[in-house]
């Protein structure tokens, strides 16, 4: 029982970056068709944030915040130098880009910064456990959960309540349309990014919390992360995004808990697996709104 | 059009191999005649990341779709290339955890036949995969081909048997060699001309203007598809077999993402459309990356032993060359798209034969309409 | 007064001329029908307005001023708002947010509650479905939503695409009824058709397209008296209604 609480803890707090992660691709994906393999730079960005603000005397929350908005400025920045010349071109040769954005990105971290890992100022709090009955749980996890929760329904709002982020949600639907009723491109594209990047620093906080360390490369996984939940989710729902995320965290959880090491290596095989399959054979994703399918 | 006209432009036309082929026995014969080890060395590996240009062409120039799948592929061509070239003695050392009762451990065929048997078996998960993934277009099927370089990354890391796992597997004897090299690439430059040409090829790049329209022609454009994957499959695991009896020692690290962009960039800087645009761009890439690659160490010397010059360099220089040759492919798909030989054939100068040139580097998807621009 | 004038469009798309020199005005306070067969070349010519197509040459001008070379998000910006073909209502957007997105360049907000309220009123049948998602809407409720949508911007003139087009017969008949009563409040209204018959009952003056050139125009009566010209080019009326969404002109 107080395995299982522990399990439905981890697995919510996992669910919840991984929701964050795939959010921050799908929301570009469904404006652009550009799969940003260069996602994983933006969580990298606001890694040696904290890095280098935390460096400065400021207390923790600030030098968090000013790493997620250099994520956030990194994502518009990115979207202004390499993806507009090529926004109208087709869904690969975009996909091509963001791969060659991402190569930069890394190798430009790799020259200016360190190939080694560089372990940034963490507050306590996040390797520090609590100890409720004969439940322990890792502070960082719940925090990771509540600030997850906290995020999206920031998003929410503003995806429900701005014009901007009305505009995001009906370019995602009809591009075209949106801009025939005077909504500008550039500043829908730029929003998109922007939410992507805000997405990418939150993941960060809690991604290279976790492990302590940040690299070059440390993007990479959560983009792949995020290829997988989005895939399953749909690349072009929002929604779908957000519960292929929870459904991963569970997952991820599940077979590290209660799955023997031996077949937990081949876990990504098998994720990746599962990503070719859904997308040959389901490749709307798992989950879709049915008036969208009616509508299509 | 006369008869004495229209051949020669197919003589031109086909001038195209038999120059790329010239070019790389130049580069061969001069490296030869340099008889510097280290640049042999480089011009060797040139022609190998050539050989998969190449392959990258033969599919994503025909077919307008991008893959990153490639080095799956590799990664079997390398390991079954050993499977079979090597020993029992050998596989003791390379392959420790090979068990000795398999049927496999007791193989041992010359290299030629190992390189093809490796490719071959490549060919055929190739083939198999294949099936599945031409049926995805666009973004879809370029995330299919990346997870499937995954799947194949991860198996390798874990299934020691047939891998030694993550670790390296050493003393494999070289074989491959300058001229070895350049014979395949070579070969692959004719083949992907051929392919190219060919009726199946000019209907496969029909299809990608307008599947449509080719479907209604009774044109099976998946079926294409699958065909010029199945081809660029092969000539990727014949290089993987090439570069392991080069190399000599090597893990699934390094089959994965950076050599995956490598190939690339050199596709898309020299133009996807073209066969010449793959052995131009592998050219253009590795020569610069080596020279870049000079500097780098010149630089890095001068900083370790600390002269003037070194110590105003903030920085010890690793992955300049990866940056430059990202941020050329970021202006090429800016600026050309179509890629430095604009998706045009090289042919033997004479008025009249134009090549059209592509726009893009997947013209039939391009632009729908007005969209975000 | 002259709120649009078009003089001696081209357009091509590719290979292919779908408008040779056509040239239309549109006065203020008028219903102007477009007609002809589908590839005659109206929908290209209300692209054109709209900024989605660029010409190959001729002046698009609105109040004198030019239209040509805008992005599409500067004309609404001017007050021509589109009722596109087939809809293109937001499905994943709830009716009430698709009407805001509506009035995304109006920055007063008391006035995008007014005009919510007054269109909602018009159309009772949104304010029922308010919290729905479009997407979930009837075809003749999709059409009054774009409809609503379009005047939430409060435009000078509007521009209509195929209104009519699969929709029930009833529906199509409201529809048309529904253009009349917005002239009478004053729109101006660009209408692009197949649907000759209705269309001619309404508008006040239209032009008759074919193969991307201004074949006649003349008000509905000069057209009626040249029966041969309905005969050849416009077939049977009422039946076109039922032609398959998005093949259009």
Do not use: C
């Not at chain 3, 589908?38 to 001008?61: C, Q």
């Not at chain 3, 049948?125 to 409060?154: D, H, N, T, W, Y």
Request: hydrophobic share 50%; glycine share 10%; proline share 4%.
């Amino acid at each position: 029982m107080n395995d299982f609480v522990q399990y439905v803890i981890s697995a919510l707090s996992l669910g919840g970056l991984y929701a964050l992660m795939a959010l921050g691709l799908v929301i570009v994906y469904g404006i652009l068709r550009l799969v940003n393999f260069a996602y994983g730079e933006l969580i990298m960005v606001a890694g040696y944030g904290l890095l280098l603000f935390g460096r400065s005397p400021l207390p923790w929350i600030v030098v968090a915040i000013l790493s997620v908005i250099a994520a956030l400025v990194a994502g518009v920045v990115m979207e202004r130098v390499a993806f507009r010349p090529v926004r109208n071109t087709s869904p690969t040769t975009l996909l091509i880009t963001s791969f060659a954005v991402s190569n930069l990105l890394q190798n430009i971290a790799l020259l200016t910064i360190s190939p080694r890992p560089r372990a940034p100022r963490l507050p306590n709090l996040f390797v520090e456990n609590v100890t409720i009955g004969d439940i322990r749980i890792k502070i960082v996890d719940v925090i990771a959960l509540v600030v997850s929760l906290v995020a999206l329904a920031i998003l929410t709002i503003f995806l429900r309540r701005t014009i901007i982020g009305l505009a995001l949600r009906a370019a995602a639907d009809d591009f075209t349309m949106t801009r025939l009723l005077g909504v500008r491109a550039n500043i829908v594209i730029a929003s998109a990014f922007a939410v992507s990047g805000f997405m990418a620093g939150i993941v960060a906080l809690f991604w290279i919390g976790r492990s302590g360390q940040v690299w070059p490369a440390v993007g990479l996984q959560p983009v792949l992360i995020a290829f997988i939940a989005s895939v399953l989710g749909g690349m072009e729902s929002l929604k779908g995004a957000v519960l292929g995320g929870y459904i991963l965290g569970f997952l991820t959880m599940g077979l590290q808990t209660w799955l023997p090491q031996g077949v937990n290596n081949y876990r990504d095989a098998v994720m990746f697996g599962i990503v070719i399959l859904v997308l040959v054979i389901r490749p709307q994703g798992l989950i879709r709104p049915v008036y969208l399918r009616e509508a299509r | 059009m006369s008869a004495l006209q229209s051949s020669a432009a197919s003589l031109r036309r086909l001038s195209t191999p038999a120059i790329l082929v010239a070019v790389l026995g130049v580069i061969a014969l001069i490296t030869e005649l340099r008889g510097d080890v280290v640049f042999e060395r480089v011009v060797t590996v040139m022609l190998i990341n050539l050989l998969l240009a190449v392959a990258l062409q033969v599919f994503m120039g025909n077919s307008g779709l991008g893959s990153f799948g490639q080095y799956s592929f590799v990664t079997i061509g390398a390991y079954a290339t050993i499977w079979f070239s090597l020993t029992s003695t050998q596989k003791r050392v390379a392959l420790p955890d090979m068990p000795r009762e398999w049927w496999l451990y007791k193989q041992h065929l010359g290299f030629v036949p190992s390189v093809l048997i490796g490719a071959a078996v490549a060919t055929v998960v190739g083939a198999l995969i294949g099936v599945a993934l031409v049926r995805l277009r666009g973004a879809s099927f370029t995330i299919a081909t990346f997870a499937f370089l995954i799947v194949v990354n991860r198996v390798a890391l874990q299934w020691e048997e047939v891998t030694r796992g993550s670790r390296t597997v050493i003393g494999i004897p070289k074989y491959t060699g300058l001229w070895t090299a350049l014979t395949w690439a070579a070969i692959a430059v004719v083949v992907a001309f051929i392919f190219k040409e060919s009726p199946l090829g000019l209907k496969l790049r029909a299809s990608r203007e307008d599947e449509d329209a080719a479907a209604s022609l009774g044109v099976n454009a998946a079926l294409m598809r699958w065909v010029a994957f199945v081809l660029s499959v092969f000539l990727s695991g014949l290089a993987g077999g090439l570069w392991a009896h080069f190399i000599q020692q090597f893990s699934p690290h390094n089959f994965y993402l950076k050599e995956t962009f490598l190939i690339v960039a050199m596709l898309i800087i020299g133009g996807a459309g073209s066969v010449s645009g793959a052995v131009f761009g592998a050219i253009a890439v590795a020569l610069t990356s080596e020279w870049l690659r000079q500097i780098e160490n010149w630089v890095n010397i001068q900083r370790s032993t600390e002269t003037t010059i070194g110590n105003m360099i903030p920085f010890q220089l690793v992955g300049f060359t990866e940056i430059i040759v990202a941020v050329a492919m970021i202006s090429v798909l800016i600026v050309r798209p179509s890629g430095l030989t604009g998706g045009r054939e090289i042919v033997w100068p004479a008025g009249g034969l134009r090549r059209r040139r592509d726009r893009a580097v997947v013209p039939s998807e391009a632009g729908s309409g007005v969209g975000p621009s | 007064m002259t709120l649009i004038a078009i003089e001696d469009l081209h357009v091509r798309y590719g290979a292919v001329q779908a408008l040779r020199g056509v040239s239309l005005t549109v006065d203020e306070g008028e219903i102007v029908g477009l007609i002809g067969v589908n590839g005659a070349g109206k929908s290209t010519a209300m692209l054109s307005i709209m900024g989605v197509v660029r010409p190959s040459s001729g002046r698009i001008e609105y109040r004198g001023t030019s239209l040509v070379g805008q992005p599409p998000e500067a004309i609404l910006r001017r007050g021509i708002a589109p009722v596109m073909e087939g809809r293109r209502i937001f499905p994943s957007l709830t009716v009430e947010e698709n009407l805001r997105l509506g009035a995304a360049t109006v920055t007063d907000r008391t006035q995008v509650q007014e005009d919510l309220d007054r269109w909602t009123a018009f159309f009772p049948i949104l304010r029922e479905r308010l919290q729905q998602p479009a997407g979930k809407l009837s075809g003749g409720q999709q059409q009054m939503l774009a409809v609503a949508r379009a005047l939430m911007s409060r435009p000078k003139v509007l521009l209509m695409d195929e209104p009519s087009l699969g929709l029930a017969p009833k529906l199509v008949a409201e529809v048309f009824r529904l253009i009349v009563q917005l002239r009478d409040l004053g729109m101006t209204i660009l209408l692009v058709e197949q649907n000759v018959r209705m269309t001619l009952d309404i508008v006040n003056r239209a032009y008759l397209l074919n193969t991307g050139r201004v074949e006649f125009t003349g008000t509905p009566a000069e057209i009626r008296t040249q029966g041969d010209i309905e005969r050849a080019y416009l077939g049977g009326g009422p039946r076109s209604e039922t032609a398959p969404a998005g093949a259009g002109s």
